[in-house]
């Protein structure tokens, strides 16, 4: 039984190919990501922002790991976390456990360092989502998740957030009013040009600061790159 559900959770666990594969192309974009996100930070360091995308299925997690990874190996202290409290895939990613993060946190007294859970990569940390609350939205927009962000940068140089689609639910638009700023990730071929305009004026109505769009999963016989970073 325990055999099972170890391979179940291999199973769901994903490379991280910006720290598994630094040399590969997909590896550099994701560099070239986090130049042209320390560029749009004219007048302050960025040290805290999230990541969604328009709709499910887009690799906005995966696109947020590896983000957080080439921030690690430029130097900087960086936290990690699953503010995904509907679908977290974290824990997966970085094969930890989720028994308690950031949901423990905004109903309880736990500090940060605590719950933060040290990664393979050198100078990343993660916190996990936790026990999945009823009530995500409230629990962003809380006078406690303002705290949370205020102790991180005590200790981290970056934050980045995992978020919920824009589309499905309202976490990230509550969210945004607490980070530096917003990464929206789409992917080729999937994302509709509708859903990609609606969720950035969704994210501008919240007055969220949009960074820029990746877009994910283009083919790679029309173009020589595996990701695009654009304003």
């Given at each position: 039984?325990?055999?099972?559900?170890?391979?179940?959770?291999?199973?769901?666990?994903?490379?991280?190919?910006?720290?598994?594969?630094?040399?590969?192309?997909?590896?550099?974009?994701?560099?070239?990501?986090?130049?042209?996100?320390?560029?749009?930070?004219?007048?302050?360091?960025?040290?805290?922002?999230?990541?969604?995308?328009?709709?499910?299925?887009?690799?906005?997690?995966?696109?947020?790991?590896?983000?957080?990874?080439?921030?690690?190996?430029?130097?900087?202290?960086?936290?990690?976390?699953?503010?995904?409290?509907?679908?977290?895939?974290?824990?997966?990613?970085?094969?930890?456990?989720?028994?308690?993060?950031?949901?423990?946190?905004?109903?309880?007294?736990?500090?940060?360092?605590?719950?933060?859970?040290?990664t393979h990569i050198e100078n990343l940390d993660v916190i996990t989502c936790?026990?999945?609350?009823?009530?995500?939205?409230?629990?962003?927009?809380?006078?406690?998740?303002?705290?949370?962000?205020?102790?991180?940068?005590?200790?981290?140089?970056m934050i980045i957030f995992d978020t919920p689609p824009v589309l499905a639910?309202?976490?990230?638009?509550?969210?945004?009013?607490?980070?530096?700023?917003?990464?929206?990730?789409?992917?080729?071929?999937?994302?509709?040009?509708?859903?990609?305009?609606?969720?950035?004026?969704?994210?501008?109505?919240?007055?969220?600061?949009?960074?820029?769009?990746?877009?994910?999963?283009?083919?790679?016989?029309?173009?020589?790159?595996?990701?695009?970073?654009?304003?």
């Amino acid at each position: 039984m325990g055999r099972k559900k170890k391979q179940a959770i291999n199973s769901r666990a994903r490379n991280i190919i910006a720290g598994d594969n630094p040399k590969s192309p997909i590896a550099e974009q994701f560099r070239t990501i986090r130049t042209n996100l320390q560029f749009t930070s004219v007048d302050q360091e960025l040290d805290s922002m999230l990541v969604t995308s328009a709709s499910p299925s887009e690799g906005k997690s995966i696109t947020t790991a590896n983000t957080a990874v080439v921030f690690a190996q430029q130097g900087k202290k960086t936290l990690l976390v699953d503010a995904d409290l509907r679908k977290p895939t974290i824990h997966y990613t970085f094969r930890v456990g989720n028994t308690s993060g950031l949901s423990n946190y905004l109903v309880g007294n736990q500090w940060i360092l605590d719950l933060a859970k040290e990664t393979h990569i050198e100078n990343l940390d993660v916190i996990t989502c936790g026990p999945i609350p009823p009530n995500p939205s409230e629990l962003l927009g809380s006078k406690k998740m303002k705290e949370f962000i205020e102790e991180a940068k005590e200790t981290y140089d970056m934050i980045i957030f995992d978020t919920p689609p824009v589309l499905a639910v309202t976490d990230s638009q509550v969210l945004a009013n607490f980070v530096e700023g917003v990464l929206l990730v789409v992917r080729s071929k999937q994302t509709e040009k509708e859903a990609a305009v609606k969720a950035k004026e969704q994210l501008e109505q919240s007055k969220a600061n949009l960074l820029g769009v990746v877009l994910n999963d283009q083919d790679l016989k029309s173009s020589n790159y595996y990701y695009y970073y654009g304003q």
